[in-house]
C-alpha cells in the first residue's frame, strides 16, 4: 500500500478522495428507536437521510489505520435525536479515536456488561473509545454532527448486537435540553 491523502470539506464533512460512502436512510434504523408510533409516521412521510460515512479503505490487517468522517443529520423522531445505528467492533479490544468537526452532539457508549457513559461533542474536542465498548454518535444540535474517525483495519464492525438490544441509555429532547434516559426497550426485557 502506499501512502495518500484526502481533504475533509467543511462544515459538509464530505472527505475526497474517499473509497466508499455509506447512507443510512430512516428505514435502515427500523428498531432503534424508542417511539415506534413515531417512526412509523415519520417513515409513511418519507424515508429521510438520518446519517452518511466517507471512508477510505485499507486492507483489513493488523497493522493499518482506517479512517473516515461521519455526517449525522440534524432532526428527531419523536424526542429522540437522528444518530448512528451504532455498533461494537467484531475484534471486541478494538478502540476508535472520534475527533469533531462540526456540530453539537454526543457519544452514547456501553460495555457488553452495561457499563454506559455518554460524553459531549464539540468542535475541536477528541474522543477516545476504548476497547470492547459500543458506540454511537447522536446529533443532538441544528448543524450536521460531523467528526472523523481512526481505527485498525483489521476491527471490523458488529451491528448485530446493537440492532437486537439497543444501548441501554438514550438521549431525548426534554424541556428544549438534551437528556439521558433509561431505554424503554431494556427496561421492557
Same mark, same amino acid.
Given at each position: 500500500?502506499?501512502?495518500f !491523502?484526502?481533504?475533509?470539506?467543511?462544515? *459538509?464533512?464530505?472527505? =475526497?478522495?474517499h473509497h466508499t460512502?455509506? #447512507?443510512?436512510?430512516?428505514?435502515? /434504523?427500523?428498531g432503534q428507536y424508542?417511539?415506534?408510533?413515531?417512526?412509523?409516521? /415519520?417513515?409513511?412521510?418519507?424515508? =429521510?437521510l438520518?446519517? *452518511?460515512? &466517507?471512508?477510505?479503505k @485499507?486492507?483489513e @490487517?493488523?497493522?493499518?489505520?482506517l479512517?473516515?468522517?461521519?455526517? @449525522?443529520?440534524?432532526? $428527531?423522531?419523536g424526542?429522540?435525536?437522528?444518530m #448512528? $445505528?451504532? +455498533?461494537?467492533h467484531?475484534v471486541?479490544a =478494538? !478502540?476508535?479515536? &472520534? &475527533?469533531?468537526?462540526?456540530g453539537?452532539?454526543f /457519544?452514547m457508549?456501553?460495555?457488553?456488561?452495561? *457499563?454506559?457513559?455518554? /460524553?459531549?461533542?464539540?468542535p475541536?474536542?477528541?474522543?477516545y473509545?476504548?476497547?470492547?465498548?459500543? +458506540?454511537?454518535?447522536?446529533?443532538i444540535?441544528?448543524?450536521?454532527?460531523?467528526?472523523?474517525?481512526?481505527y485498525?483495519?483489521d !476491527?471490523g464492525?458488529?451491528?448485530?448486537t446493537?440492532?437486537? $438490544?439497543?444501548?441501554r441509555?438514550i438521549?431525548?429532547?426534554n424541556?428544549s435540553q438534551? !437528556?439521558?434516559?433509561d431505554?424503554?426497550?431494556?427496561?421492557a $426485557?
Open positions: 500500500m502506499n501512502p !491523502a484526502s481533504n475533509i470539506h467543511l462544515p *459538509e464533512g464530505l472527505l =475526497t478522495p460512502r455509506i #447512507t443510512r436512510r430512516l428505514s435502515s /434504523m427500523k424508542a417511539d415506534q408510533p413515531a417512526f412509523d409516521t /415519520m417513515l409513511a412521510k418519507e424515508d =429521510t438520518i446519517y *452518511e460515512v &466517507y471512508e477510505n @485499507v486492507p @490487517v493488523r497493522g493499518q489505520l479512517h473516515g468522517t461521519s455526517i @449525522v443529520h440534524p432532526g $428527531k423522531v424526542d429522540e435525536y437522528f #448512528t $445505528k451504532g +455498533h461494537f467484531k471486541l =478494538t !478502540a476508535e479515536v &472520534y &475527533y469533531c468537526l462540526h453539537h452532539g /457519544m457508549m456501553e460495555t457488553p456488561e452495561g *457499563e454506559s457513559s455518554a /460524553m459531549e461533542l464539540l475541536g474536542m477528541v474522543l473509545v476504548p476497547p470492547c465498548w459500543a +458506540h454511537r454518535s447522536i446529533n444540535g441544528n448543524d450536521d454532527l460531523v467528526t472523523l474517525f481512526i485498525p483495519g !476491527a464492525h458488529d451491528y448485530g446493537i440492532e437486537t $438490544k439497543g444501548f441509555k438521549i431525548v429532547e424541556d438534551p !437528556a439521558i434516559v431505554n424503554p426497550h431494556w427496561l $426485557k
